[in-house]
T-cell receptor, first 113, second 111 residues
């Protein structure tokens, strides 16, 4: 089954404790992206990747890192999480950036205390 | 800087009625997307619009794009309760992967 998976689905952590949210897709998609969703603010793009080893900042990259060493995986790293990073995070992928629909993962709800 | 505005943000409709959601954006774009999100769920792609005058339809939903007016519409025909969800438009630009979302329109269809 074609899908985007994220882990963990729920995470409660403390300020400053490094964490990684994994994202994996099995569709051989070139384009992958991370978003955060906050009430009243909609979805905002954090980072995206056009292909392996090619990543770029979205609108809200501060406090986040990403890497794209393999086509299928696009982990989101929070080196020193802060409470303002408490949010619902979605990973998404599409065949290419230009024309195709995005497939979204199920989301990761992160709480930083 | 690309800005995307959706309106209305909240929409309560009666079953059987028609309505339109609007998505305005501030700078030239060649890609516009519509998504649906059910409460507590992830997002699902509805439409991808790539050129001026593009129109796509699926079921009771029809999306159109006017790049000159920088406007996309999502038209709902004869609404049914199953269409209750939040609808987002998102706009991309050029070959870059940056995507800007509107704040979403929460649609509630009542019997």
């Amino acid at each position: 089954e074609a899908q985007v998976t994220q882990n963990p689905r729920y995470l409660i952590t403390v300020t400053g404790k490094k964490l990684t949210v994994t994202c994996s897709q099995n569709m051989n998609h070139e384009y992958m992206s991370w978003y955060r969703q906050d009430p009243g603010l909609g979805l905002r793009q954090i980072y995206y990747s056009m292909n392996v080893e090619v990543t770029d900042k979205g609108d809200v990259p501060e406090g986040y890192k990403v890497s794209r060493k393999e086509k299928r995986n696009f982990p989101l790293i929070l080196e020193s999480p802060s409470p303002n990073q408490t949010s619902l995070y979605f990973c998404a992928s599409s065949l290419t950036v230009l024309s195709y629909e995005q497939y979204f993962g199920p989301g990761t709800r992160l709480t930083v205390t | 800087e690309l800005k995307v505005e959706q309106n209305p943000l909240f929409l309560s409709m009666q079953e059987g009625k028609n309505y339109t959601i609007y998505c305005n954006y501030s700078t030239t774009s060649d890609r516009l997307y519509w998504y649906r999100q059910d409460p507590g769920k992830s997002l699902e792609s509805l439409f991808v619009l790539l050129s001026n005058g593009a129109v796509k339809q699926e079921g009771r939903l029809m999306a159109s794009l006017d790049t000159k007016a920088r406007l996309s519409t999502l038209h709902i025909t004869a609404a049914v309760h199953d269409l209750s969800a939040t609808y987002f438009c998102a706009v991309g630009s050029g070959s870059q992967g940056n995507l800007i979302f509107g704040k979403g329109t929460k649609l509630s269809v009542k019997p």
